[in-house]
């Protein structure tokens, strides 16, 4: 119970700590956007990215993308749950793979594949779009300037209710 109650107030210490107004968030989104592209020109637009999601409640998920030429070409995925006996102890609850005949035939556990592209585009479109007077609004660019988080929890929520994309890892990667 003690580590679901720091793992809590981690997430809420960094979902709080990383606000910033619609101003700076589009100048941040520009400067990272144009370190996303200086990136993709400099590794072929072949990459792979990282995206975690976790609960307070113990539930967390991870997938590992794997794009080639600008094409998702595999995805990973891995779901675990805190045991509930007052460790840190974790189960996988679920796990899968798909290759490039099988993308997005899991969109239940994550929805569609995106590529970095897809990810900027939406980031500029939709979760930076998000009301601010109703929402707060989260962007930040911890991947060397490229974005690793977007989104915008809505005002009063109190657990998971992040709308966005968390991306703890984009590296560059030869086949």
């Known amino acids: 119970m003690k580590a679901l109650y720091i793992s809590a107030i981690i997430i809420l210490i960094s979902v709080t700590s990383c606000k910033k107004d619609n101003i700076a968030n589009e100048s941040e989104f520009n400067k990272s956007y144009k370190t996303w592209l200086s990136f993709k020109s400099t590794a072929h637009n072949t990459y792979l990215y990282t995206t975690s999601f976790r609960s307070v409640f113990g539930y967390g998920a991870e997938v590992k993308t794997g794009v080639i030429n600008g094409k998702v070409t595999w995805r990973d995925f891995i779901s675990t749950q805190l045991k509930r006996n007052g460790t840190s102890q974790i189960d996988t609850i679920k796990q899968w793979h798909e290759d490039a005949s099988h993308i997005n035939t899991h969109p239940n556990d994550v929805g569609e594949s995106l590529t970095l592209d897809d990810v900027y585009q ?24 490229m974005i690793s988080s977007c989104g915008f929890v809505p005002n009063g929520c109190q657990d998971d209710c992040f709308n966005g994309i968390t991306i703890s890892l984009i590296t560059s990667v030869q086949f």
């Open 122 to 145: 939406k980031a500029k479109t939709v979760w930076l779009k998000a009301d601010k007077k109703s929402n707060d609004i989260y962007f930040e660019t911890k991947n060397s300037g």
